[in-house]
């Protein structure tokens, strides 16, 4: 028996089966350049593939959101026009200037920071492939061979492969590639199916209908086990299948504990379709609406106006209270509209509300928008990566600008918005008695707080293994800033990834967390763990976390396993 231990979960759950491997043929592609007199004769092969692609997405996309978007991409007329240019002007055959126009676009969507807009190169990867088929006339489908149920051994699966499975023979997938926010992750995570992804080697190491035990909760791949651990594993999936029974059960109940206290459960979203996505479960509202989302997503610095209708929809649908941090842009971020200068330690440097106060009338564009959207729904607006009241009190002094402007155009807004900011910086937690005095609330995000309290890159591979946010100097950051906001009597949530971690709840739920605010597939899980939680006994078990010194130490408190 051979095993595999992999860190990050795409979806979770456990799945005993043969594996079937992917192998896609592999296109023999010619490269090169043509004569003048064969530039119209490639242009119309480039757009009969288009046209072609075209066609077989308006079918998916009926059935398929993600081929709607593949949709907009292939009529994007950059990407055409890109394609036809280096036909006309460098005389490069179709192919070849499809291959350098996708690399181009691929390139961008890779050297963003934000990891789902970095997957969304997957899906320019999966566009040109299915071009590339149509220049060469390759219709191919690996999938056909598939006759029981298999669990997926692929390098990577696109959107287009997903499309082509029967998905009643899919018991679970491992890819090579991808990330967990790559589509076949989001797609699992939807469905239901165990997946884990980005598991280097994992074509060398299996063969064809070999068994596989994959617990994609627990990161293990188990390949050719024996009797006993295949029976040991039958038995940990009826439970998790009785758990899941038991998790559907609480989704109509609130977040409240065996002895009584009441928590908010709330959702971290980036658009409407996230807002949509979290209302199937049942929250107490969206706890961080990452706007930068809307920047990103654009040509141009979003209006007033457009970024009002967003904002004015999403507190519509939310019908709950929505929290709006304003742009968290800069560092490597970036926007493909604006140029920002090279920075030597960009996490250190121009980047959130640093950004916000120098371009202030960008700022207020954003503030103005959000405040008109305000008279549709209760929203509170947040700022990000403070790290001094100077910052905090500017900020704040902006958006009484943006009030009284308001006021003067009579257009109505809620001029009691509340109004608070992120914890995500070591001076944030120093001073966190001094901000609790000028905010409403504080929301803790251990993601950047981590990484700056311990001085370890958040994205960095080399070091991640130091990455952690049960380090006590974290732990007692947060029992600092819930102590400071509750002498203050102002609510504090958490809306950093620790907040959904199964290990991290109950003892949030002792330091006196407020509000936890999660991806939408976290709640069910973590609101159940919190319905089994006594307040009483989380307190005692913070307390006992908060005196350890070291990570292993609190783990040996908090019954971590690693
Ligand atoms: C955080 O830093 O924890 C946070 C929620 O913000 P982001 O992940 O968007 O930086
Ligand atoms: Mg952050």
């Keep these: 028996m051979k095993a595999i231990k992999v860190e990050k979960t795409a979806s979770r759950g456990i799945v005993i089966g043969k594996a079937f491997r992917v192998e896609k043929p592999s296109l023999k592609i010619n490269f090169g350049t043509i004569e003048e007199q064969d530039i119209p004769k490639e242009i119309k092969r480039y757009e009969s593939a288009v046209f072609n692609a075209e066609a077989e997405l308006e079918v998916l996309a009926k059935t398929n959101k993600i081929f709607e978007a593949h949709l907009e991409m292939v009529k994007d007329i950059t990407l055409y026009e890109g394609v036809i240019s280096k036909i006309q002007e460098e005389k490069q055959k179709a192919e070849s200037a499809l291959e350098a126009t996708a690399a181009e676009f691929i390139q961008i969507f890779e050297n963003m920071d934000d990891e789902y807009m970095r997957e969304r190169a997957a899906d320019i990867k999966d566009i040109k492939y299915r071009l590339m088929c149509g220049l060469q006339g390759v219709k191919d489908n690996v999938f056909e061979d598939i006759t029981e149920k298999v669990i997926l051994i692929a390098e990577d699966l696109t959107p287009s492969d997903t499309a082509c499975l029967n998905l009643n023979y899919i018991l679970g997938f491992i890819t090579q590639e991808g990330g967990v926010t790559s589509h076949v992750s989001i797609m699992a995570k939807g469905l239901g199916i165990p997946a884990l992804v980005g598991v280097q080697g994992i074509l060398s190491k299996v063969d064809k209908d070999d068994t596989i035990i994959l617990d994609a909760g627990e990161g293990t791949i188990l390949i050719n086990p024996d009797e006993d651990t295949i029976s040991k594993y039958q038995e940990l999936q009826k439970e998790q299948l009785k758990k899941q029974a038991e998790l559907a059960k609480v989704n109509h109940l609130p977040a409240i504990t065996k002895d009584g206290k009441n928590i908010s459960l709330c959702a971290n979203v ?11 479960y049942r929250i107490d509202g969206v706890g961080l609406f990452r706007s930068e989302f809307l920047y990103m997503e654009n040509t141009h610095f979003p209006t007033e106006e457009e970024q009002f209708e967003v904002y004015k929809e999403a507190a519509q649908l939310c019908g709950k209270e929505l929290t709006i941090r304003t742009l968290d842009i800069g560092g490597d971020k970036a926007l493909s509209y604006y140029e920002f200068e090279k920075e030597d330690n960009p996490f250190l440097g121009w980047r959130a509300i640093r950004i916000s106060l120098e371009l202030k009338d960008m700022f207020k564009t ?20 403070i790290i001094s009241l100077e910052e905090l009190r500017r900020s704040k002094a902006l958006l009484e600008e943006c009030k009284d402007e308001l006021r003067k155009q009579m257009i109505s807004c809620d001029h009691n918005i509340e109004v608070g900011m992120m914890i995500e910086t070591p001076a944030s937690v120093i001073l966190a008695e001094d901000f609790a005095q000028e905010v409403d609330f504080f929301s803790i995000g251990t993601n950047d707080l ?16 130091m990455y952690n946010s049960f380090h006590p100097s974290v732990i007692r950051s947060i029992h600092t800033v819930i102590m400071a906001g509750h002498k203050n009597n102002i609510k504090v949530g958490m809306c950093g990834e620790f907040a959904s971690d199964e290990n991290a709840v109950k003892l949030l739920v002792g330091l006196g967390l407020d509000e936890f605010s999660m991806s939408a597939s976290e709640v069910l899980n973590v609101k159940y763990m919190i319905r089994n939680t006594s307040f009483d006994d989380a307190q005692d078990l913070a307390a006992r976390a908060c005196d350890m010194q070291t990570i292993q130490e609190v783990y040996e408190v908090l019954n971590v396993k690693k």
Excluded at 270 to 280: F, H, P, R, S, V
Excluded at 369 to 385: E, K, N, V, Y
Aim: hydrophobic residues 45%.
């Design 270 to 280: 980036g658009n409407i379709k996230d807002i949509k996505k979290a209302l199937e």
């Design 366 to 385: 954003q503030l103005r928008a959000i405040l008109r959207a305000s008279a549709f729904g209760i929203i509170r607006i947040m700022f990000p990566m």
């Design 450 to 465: 981590t990484q700056y309290l311990l001085a370890v890159d958040r994205g960095n591979k080399k070091i991640s293994n």
